[in-house]
């Protein structure tokens, strides 16, 4: 029997500015993070993506009568790491629990998780909020509550049907493999002070752990592929009062965007529902980014409706002060201060480096300059042409076969004077498209300037005879005309010459002073 598809309901809202005017805004953000050890977080069962359904399983995962599970020393190893880029305190004393719910692609009928006595505890995480519309930047001061240890659950995909989800679907398939996967969770305390700003907090903040963890290399960090998942919990107070309201999660959010979007809506939602004297429903809600809307999922549990009780089959986990401070020196440089480091050695001016941020290239960059590129060719080449190709092809921009050696070659070429900026964009062409590097390119391709100055010079007295008025211009006092004859002896000598000399033997020769 198929079940109809429930239409989606399109709920009420206000005006959010209205909504900010008489409210407000609490947020609570849960995000959790999958971690890249090599095994699952209480067996031995691999946790590469894209595997094969159910073949990743073992009775440990699969919560099978009799088995056992142990801790995974590397991913508690994270944990800690995590905790301390946060400025949490460590736990010298903590324990798994079991979080009992019924979910139908978890296959023990409870979560092994953390409940109050989690590894890691009141953090902090500075959050540079960048200027928009709205406002000027900010740094805001997110305060963490906890992050926590726990397992990730299996995935069900429903079949048929037009949403994506069980309602409507013909049947649902479960794969076990993501079961047992290691799972940092990260929670903030309450959110608050942002105003009009909320919901870009919200992706601020998710977008700078994101980076941070990144740095720390404890996850993929692939928000597409559920690495980073953000439950976006929203409420609000009327103004004037200290009263939280009734909250709402948000479940599962995995992209920067729809973070803002989604914390966005449900102001507007809560606000209309408060402006018709009604209450808000505590429960989950589930995203959509086609519509840009929430809808109801289910009501939203309380900790005691878990019924939480200490894993009877862990032992208790306690880091040693000395395991906690060796931990502590592996940490890598904060990225916002890294940024600010690299954007003062590199000259960068704030419009640049963002631009540069927001392109994903700064690592990159920084391997381009080590091998020789200066900042400004760097910068030009990983923002510019290939940014655009890779968005063209629908790559990222390292998926493209340039690498950071092969723009150092390339500037190195323009450098000492073989190749002007046109003929560089050639020899990149061949280098994106598999035919070696760029002084091979180049070869292969003929691409040289032409030293010679006399036919040069041969090219600019040409140019001159055939365009008198623009002499008369340019001796008129009005140089910037030059370009115009520029552009023609480059056609002369097929592109292989050089502008600026180009244009000092127009000048010249014209008696001009530049």
């Known amino acids: 029997m198929t079940i109809s598809a429930r239409p989606i309901h399109q709920e009420d809202t206000v005006d959010y500015a209205e909504a900010l005017e008489r409210y407000e805004p609490v947020m609570g953000l849960e995000v959790h993070v999958e971690l890249n050890t090599a095994t699952k977080m209480f067996c031995g069962c691999a946790t590469g993506f894209g595997a094969d359904p159910n073949t990743q399983t073992c009775p440990v995962c699969l919560g099978l009568p009799g088995a056992l599970p142990v801790v995974n020393k590397a991913a508690v190893e994270s944990a800690i790491r995590i905790g301390l880029a946060l400025n949490c305190q460590i736990a010298p004393w903590c324990r798994f629990a079991r979080k009992n719910y019924f979910y139908p692609d978890m296959p023990k009928n409870f979560q092994t998780s953390q409940y109050d006595e989690p590894i890691a505890f009141d953090g902090w995480l500075e959050v540079e909020v960048p200027a928009s519309e709205a ?49 940092i969770e990260i929670v903030t305390k309450p959110l608050t002070g942002a105003g009009d700003r909320a919901p870009e907090v919200a992706k601020a903040y998710v977008a700078a752990l994101r980076d941070l963890l990144r740095a720390l290399d404890v996850s993929e960090v692939k928000m597409e592929q559920g690495n980073v998942r953000c439950d976006a919990n929203v409420s609000l107070m009327p103004k004037g009062s200290d009263t939280f309201g009734t909250r709402t999660e948000t479940k599962n959010v995995n992209s920067l965007r729809s973070v803002e979007r989604a914390v966005r809506y449900e102001i507007t939602r809560h606000a209309a529902i408060l402006d018709a004297g009604e209450k808000v429903f505590q429960e989950t809600r589930h995203w959509h980014e086609d519509t840009g809307i929430t809808t109801a999922g289910r009501p939203k549990s309380d900790a005691d409706d878990y019924r939480y009780f200490p894993e009877p089959d862990l032992v208790p986990v306690a880091p040693s002060p000395e395991d906690v401070e060796r931990l502590r020196g592996t940490l890598p440089e904060p990225p916002a201060q890294r940024r600010k480091r690299l954007q003062e050695e590199w000259g960068y001016s704030d419009l640049e480096m963002r631009d540069v941020v927001n392109a994903g290239a700064v690592e990159v960059i920084e391997e381009t300059v ?23 092809d629908g790559v990222a921009v390292t998926e493209l076969g340039v690498t950071p050696a092969h723009i150092a070659e390339l500037d190195g070429l323009v450098r000492e004077g073989r190749l002007n900026d046109s003929m560089a964009r050639q020899v990149m062409e061949g280098v994106v498209a598999g035919e070696g590097g760029p002084t091979q390119v180049a070869d292969a391709r003929g691409l040289e300037l032409v030293q010679d100055d006399g036919a040069l010079q041969a090219a600019v007295d040409k140019v001159i005879a055939a365009n008198p008025d623009v002499v008369e211009k340019i001796q008129g006092g009005k140089v910037q005309a030059a370009g115009a004859l520029i552009g023609q002896v480059m056609k002369e000598m097929r592109g292989q010459a050089d502008a600026a000399k180009a244009r000092e033997l127009i000048l010249a020769t014209l008696g001009v002073e530049g």
């Not at 990730?152 to 949403?163: E, L, N, Q, R, Y």
Request: overall charge neutral; hydrophobic content about 40%.
């Open 135 to 183: 406002g000027e930047a900010f740094t805001y001061r997110v305060e963490i509550e906890r992050a926590h240890m726990e397992e990730d659950t299996g995935k069900s995909t429903h079949v048929g049907g037009a949403t994506g989800r069980i309602h409507g679907a013909d049947y649902s398939l479960v794969d076990f493999n993501r079961a047992g996967i290691p799972l």
């Open 370 to 392: 080590a091998a020789g590129a200066s900042p400004a060719a760097a910068r030009k080449w990983w923002t510019g042409d290939l940014a655009r190709r890779a968005n063209t």
